[in-house]
């Protein structure tokens, strides 16, 4: 058995380093312990094949919080971002094409290409979408006030809480409960005539996502996904220089910087638990570890169903994390390209340098019920027939992540559930998923497959058993009303505490969510330095 630390993080995905970030800034001894052997969880740049440096899963960079950039003084450890711009382009099967700019009079040109009224309302649009996430932004680096077991501390919360929200206005308050409970498709069709300008816009509601357009909840979703000031702009989103594992990195170097041991190629077998409070961890190994805090950055399932055994928990507790909801529905594709795609409605100048669509988020989704008929396909416990795609080429911006004159394609796939109603997850069903990717950017960049040198296909299993995300899921939980805010992971432990003392929460099944934010990571540091003093 080992030197005692002061505490011990379970996990090395961006928010476990970001509280031992924190913490060693707090004067703690902090030990970092990595099931793999490289940091960052889902927030990680692997080299599958030599000479590509891949962004594996999480591929932009908008949500994380520009204080937690700034305090842990990420740009020293090599934090680099390259705004996004164009921002999105949408290419359609009639041949016609959009680009969404950081520039609004860009942007509203572009709209009045296809509806006139919808061009004249997209500057209040983005006005009232800004308004909601600036209040939404308020409550991020926050704990949310508990609604069981209610303390006085907790009354005023929700009172202060009650207050700003008044802030809203009658009118805010509405659009605000609306975009809550909302589809996408709901909120859009209030807003835009034209299917194509709701087709690209409601792609930021689905992504990531069990549900549809028409799916309530998944307007918040795309709230979500407005939020951030990373790249700049709130909602910008960006690429990192050296990949999305460059973020990891950066943190994991800020920590050590204050003394924090990070290790790899140490998983966590259980938590060490006596008379209700945790005292350390045992490695797969068998080796050890003590110390006076334990600090999972595992999602809620693999944390209380794996890591603490059965017997340290009530029923009531081990049924509401048992029930917590973490299906993923998504494939993440990698390729590596000898070229670039060339998109017929909007042909390459040139074979080699990379055009306006390649700047941008690309997408495959020609319609509002192109993106239902996937869904419903997942629903029936099947693979979409016709995915929906989002498409990114990094090396577009960074000339670091690839040999010269080559590049990397992310692609984002939708929807491929976790649990398939006939078949399971092997290299053939994740073959013939790829391959329907494939075909459906062909249809619009017909040079697709002459381009391919490697391809990469990472399915909702392989998330859970390669990158510890139980379900596939990218959130660590679905992002629904129900389980979001005081009752992210369970009504009456959304505070990063657990009911075993001593061992507290910190990755994205926690307040607030999902995203390469950092913030769950920064509140469960407050909340423990709290505790200690």
Request: charged share 20%.
């Given at each position: 058995?080992?030197?005692?630390?002061?505490?011990?993080?379970?996990?090395?995905?961006?928010?476990?380093?970001?509280?031992?970030?924190?913490?060693?800034?707090?004067?703690?001894?902090?030990?970092?312990?990595?099931?793999?052997?490289?940091?960052?969880?889902?927030?990680?740049?692997?080299e599958p094949w030599p000479g590509y440096k891949v962004s594996s899963l999480s591929y932009l960079c908008s949500l994380l919080q520009p204080r937690i950039i700034e305090e842990l003084e990420l740009k020293n450890f090599g934090y680099h971002i390259y705004p996004k711009d164009p921002s999105f382009f949408t290419a359609f099967p009639d041949g016609r094409h959009i680009f969404f700019w950081q520039d609004m009079k860009k942007t509203v040109a572009e709209i009045a290409k296809f509806s006139r009224r919808d061009s004249e309302h997209y500057a209040q649009y983005e006005e009232e979408l800004a308004h909601l996430a600036e209040w939404v932004e308020s409550i991020?680096?926050?704990?949310?006030?508990?609604?069981?077991?209610?303390?006085?501390?907790?009354?005023?919360?929700?009172?202060?809480?009650?207050?700003?929200?008044?802030?809203?206005?009658?009118?805010?308050?509405?659009?605000?409960?609306?975009?809550?409970?909302?589809?996408?498709?709901?909120?859009?069709?209030?807003?835009?005539?034209?299917?194509?300008?709701?087709?690209?816009?409601?792609?930021?509601?689905?992504?990531?996502?069990?549900?549809?357009?028409?799916?309530?909840?998944?307007?918040?979703?795309?709230?979500?996904?407005?939020?951030?000031?990373?790249?700049?702009?709130?909602?910008?989103?960006?690429?990192?220089?050296?990949?999305?594992?460059?973020?990891?990195?950066?943190?994991?170097?800020?920590?050590?910087?204050?003394?924090?041991?990070?290790?790899?190629?140490?998983?966590?077998?259980?938590?060490?638990?006596?008379?209700?409070?945790?005292?350390?961890?045992?490695?797969?190994?068998?080796?050890?570890?003590?110390?006076?805090?334990?600090?999972?950055?595992?999602?809620?399932?693999?944390?209380?169903?794996?890591?603490?055994?059965?017997?340290?928990?009530?029923?009531?507790?081990?049924?509401?994390?048992?029930?917590?909801?973490?299906?993923?529905?998504?494939?993440?594709?990698?390729?590596?390209?000898?070229?670039?795609?060339?998109?017929?409605?909007?042909?390459?100048?040139?074979?080699?340098?990379?055009?306006?669509?390649?700047?941008?988020?690309?997408?495959?989704?020609?319609?509002?019920?192109?993106?239902?008929?996937?869904?419903?396909?997942?629903?029936?416990?099947?693979?979409?027939?016709?995915?929906?795609?989002?498409?990114?080429?990094?090396?577009?911006?960074?000339?670091?992540?690839?040999?010269?004159?080559?590049?990397?394609?992310?692609?984002?796939?939708?929807?491929?559930?976790?649990?398939?109603?006939?078949?399971?997850?092997?290299?053939?069903?994740?073959?013939?998923?790829?391959?329907?990717?494939?075909?459906?950017?062909?249809?619009?960049?017909?040079?697709?497959?002459?381009?391919?040198?490697?391809?990469?296909?990472?399915?909702?299993?392989?998330?859970?058993?390669?990158?510890?995300?139980?379900?596939?899921?990218?959130?660590?939980?679905?992002?629904?009303?129900?389980?979001?805010?005081?009752?992210?992971?369970?009504?009456?432990?959304?505070?990063?505490?657990?009911?075993?003392?001593?061992?507290?929460?910190?990755?994205?099944?926690?307040?607030?969510?999902?995203?390469?934010?950092?913030?769950?990571?920064?509140?469960?540091?407050?909340?423990?330095?709290?505790?200690?003093?």
């Open positions: 058995m080992n030197h005692p630390s002061d505490v011990l993080i379970v996990g090395g995905g961006h928010n476990g380093l970001v509280t031992a970030g924190y913490l060693a800034r707090a004067g703690l001894k902090v030990t970092v312990l990595e099931r793999r052997s490289l940091l960052g969880g889902a927030c990680v740049t692997e991020l680096l926050e704990t949310p006030p508990n609604i069981v077991q209610r303390r006085l501390s907790d009354l005023a919360k929700l009172g202060k809480l009650g207050l700003r929200a008044l802030k809203l206005g009658d009118d805010g308050l509405v659009r605000m409960v609306k975009i809550m409970t909302q589809s996408v498709r709901d909120f859009l069709d209030e807003r835009f005539e034209s299917d194509e300008i709701k087709t690209t816009l409601a792609t930021d509601g689905v992504i990531g996502t069990n549900g549809g357009p028409a799916t309530p909840g998944t307007a918040y979703i795309l709230l979500h996904h407005v939020m951030g000031g990373a790249a700049g702009p709130r909602g910008l989103w960006g690429f990192i220089r050296g990949g999305m594992g460059a973020i990891s990195v950066a943190l994991a170097r800020s920590a050590e910087a204050k003394g924090a041991v990070i290790r790899t190629n140490a998983e966590v077998d259980r938590v060490l638990i006596k008379d209700g409070a945790a005292y350390g961890v045992v490695l797969a190994s068998g080796e050890e570890i003590r110390a006076k805090v334990v600090v999972s950055n595992a999602d809620p399932k693999r944390t209380f169903l794996k890591l603490v055994e059965k017997q340290h928990l009530e029923d009531d507790f081990h049924s509401s994390i048992d029930n917590f909801r973490v299906e993923g529905c998504s494939v993440k594709i990698n390729l590596a390209l000898d070229g670039l795609p060339n998109f017929t409605a909007f042909p390459n100048s040139s074979e080699r340098e990379p055009g306006l669509p390649h700047l941008t988020t690309m997408h495959v989704c020609p319609s509002m019920d192109y993106i239902d008929r996937a869904w419903e396909d997942a629903k029936q416990g099947k693979m979409s027939e016709r995915p929906m795609l989002e498409c990114t080429i990094p090396t577009a911006y960074d000339d670091s992540i690839a040999p010269p004159g080559k590049h990397i394609m992310c692609i984002f796939a939708q929807y491929a559930p976790y649990s398939l109603k006939d078949g399971f997850w092997d290299q053939a069903t994740k073959d013939e998923f790829a391959d329907r990717c494939i075909n459906a950017l062909a249809e619009y960049a017909p040079n697709i497959k002459n381009i391919i040198l490697h391809r990469q296909v990472i399915s909702p299993f392989d998330m859970e058993v390669e990158y510890g995300l139980t379900g596939g899921n990218i959130f660590h939980g679905e992002m629904d009303l129900d389980q979001l805010f005081f009752m992210r992971p369970a009504a009456g432990w959304a505070q990063y505490r657990t009911p075993i003392r001593g061992l507290y929460l910190c990755g994205s099944g926690t307040h607030p969510g999902g995203g390469v934010m950092g913030a769950p990571g920064f509140n469960a540091a407050r909340e423990i330095l709290k505790d200690l003093k």
